[in-house]
């Protein structure tokens, strides 16, 4: 995380290659959401971070390239896939409060759950950093739980972690079990 | 006499429109607002807080969210400057949120730049399957290193449960009630065979995992001394000279790297050798 070299830019062709990579790996177990003890809310879960495999991204990029949540009080959860040193490529919303969006189709929706893609091709503030497209799956839906999301963007985004079975919901304050027996 | 001119104004007065319009802010749920700072995060995204609808500033627990799904949580608990940190950036932590100490705005500035470094200071550790699923590797090498040995009267499905019971865990109990543990299952019952991986952690992780491997080896040996380890490394390159030592040392040389060609073959050798042969009286 400590960012002491200066942003790095990805190739937009590298990157748009890389958003159609199909699949990209999670590396390091099972992805499961773990609850938030700290915080009397039931949507307070976190992912605790995996790295993404990914064969096409350069290597200095794709052996750093990780998922992971930040939650907060008032977005929800928001996932994220990012290369270190470097903004978002990839991002799930739960929420969307802030009037309505337009997806790359044309769309509208209101507050709804969305991905992000950075796009290079757009550029804003002042042509100094890309803008992003918004994605709407069909896996999406209103007020989606934070496991639906991260199911929806795994399976949107072809991100594997080596199961087949929808990723389950934490049961209420209680412990996850899993990751800490994964590999022993 | 240094009078400000006309082009250090101009610009002066340019920077200052733009950090002023770089801040903005968005509708956020629960009846708060988010505001956009021009400040950039560690992945280089802006970093923004939220006003609540009852007047407090937040972070709505991101930070700390970030740091646990980062795995770096532990290392900010145990921060010897975090008391120091908090203070001068003006932070006060309350249920996992990260506030500022009253809304001055000059104690709302340090508090946005505090939380906007905060993150830089500790390592994220994503989970690695190099960490995890090396043993699961070996156990997969091996497998076909064995199967040309399988009794070739067994049908398919036979000859594969026959190799992966060598590829199994073993357990050990001791007569002190400690158990140890083989990565796996020798015909040479005193042969211990342990699976080095964590070539990928922290330099930490790696020492203490070598550290903990050592371990099984050397208290069976307290109670049997004709207990002999085994050592299957991807690349012993890949751990500290101290870590090398230690292995060498407590295997007596019989260490495989399996980045070496004839590895898996070398490995099933160790698995199929026959017990020696006891003399009877």
């Not at chain 1, 992805?31 to 879960?45: F, T």
């Not at chain 2, 429109?17 to 629960?30: H, L, N």
């Not at chain 2, 085994?230 to 980045?259: H, K």
């Amino acid at each position: 995380m400590p960012k002491r070299d200066p942003p790095v830019e990805l190739q937009p062709t590298v990157y748009e290659d890389w958003l159609l990579e199909n699949p990209k790996m999670v590396d390091g177990g099972p992805v499961i959401l773990e609850d938030d003890p700290d915080i009397e809310d039931d949507n307070a879960v976190i992912l605790p971070s995996r790295h993404v495999n990914s064969a096409i991204l350069p290597k200095d990029y794709a052996d750093i390239t990780i998922i992971f949540s930040q939650y907060s009080d008032f977005d929800g959860i928001q996932f994220y896939v990012v290369p270190n040193g470097f903004d978002y490529l990839i991002r799930a919303d739960q929420t969307h409060h802030n009037g309505t969006f337009k997806t790359v189709e044309g769309y509208e929706y209101g507050d709804y759950p969305h991905f992000h893609e950075l796009d290079y091709y757009r550029r804003e503030w002042n042509g100094k950093k890309p803008g992003t497209r918004r994605r709407v799956s069909e896996l999406l839906r209103e007020n989606i739980s934070p496991s639906d999301l991260l199911d929806a963007f795994m399976s949107y985004y072809y991100i594997h972690d080596g199961r087949t079975e929808p990723i389950q919901p934490p049961k209420k304050k209680g412990k996850q079990r899993g990751l800490d027996e994964f590999g022993k | 006499m240094n009078l400000v001119n006309d082009i250090q104004l101009h610009l002066y007065k340019k920077i200052k429109t733009e950090i002023c319009d770089s801040v903005s802010y968005d509708i956020a749920g629960r009846n708060a607002i988010e505001v956009l700072t021009p400040f950039l995060d560690w992945k280089g995204a802006p970093v923004s807080f939220y006003i609540t609808e009852d007047g407090k500033i937040t972070d709505g627990g991101r930070i700390l969210s970030q740091l646990k799904s980062l795995r770096a949580i532990e290392d900010f608990n145990n921060w010897p400057f975090r008391t120091s940190f908090f203070k001068q950036s003006c932070i006060e932590e309350i249920r996992g949120r990260l506030v500022p100490i009253n809304d001055d705005p000059k104690n709302v500035l340090s508090y946005i730049q505090g939380i906007t470094r905060l993150p830089n200071y500790f390592e994220p550790k994503p989970i690695y399957s190099t960490v995890d699923r090396y043993p699961d590797r070996v156990r997969s090498i091996t497998i076909g290193a064995l199967l040309p040995f399988a009794p070739s009267g067994f049908p398919e499905v036979e000859r594969l449960r026959w190799a992966s019971e060598f590829t199994k865990d073993r357990s050990i109990p001791l007569l002190n009630g400690i158990e140890v543990h083989s990565d796996m299952s020798p015909r040479r019952y005193f042969r211990i065979v342990q699976i080095i991986s964590h070539a990928t952690s922290g330099s930490t992780d790696k020492k203490q995992h070598v550290e903990a491997k050592i371990l099984h080896p050397v208290l069976w040996k307290r109670e049997e001394p004709k207990v002999e380890m085994y050592a299957i490394v991807e690349t012993l390159d890949a751990y500290a000279s101290e870590s090398r030592a230690l292995l060498r040392q407590e295997s007596g040389g019989n260490i495989i790297e399996t980045c070496e060609s004839g590895a898996d073959k070398e490995i099933a050798r160790l698995l199929l050798e026959e017990p020696p042969v006891v003399a009877s009286a």
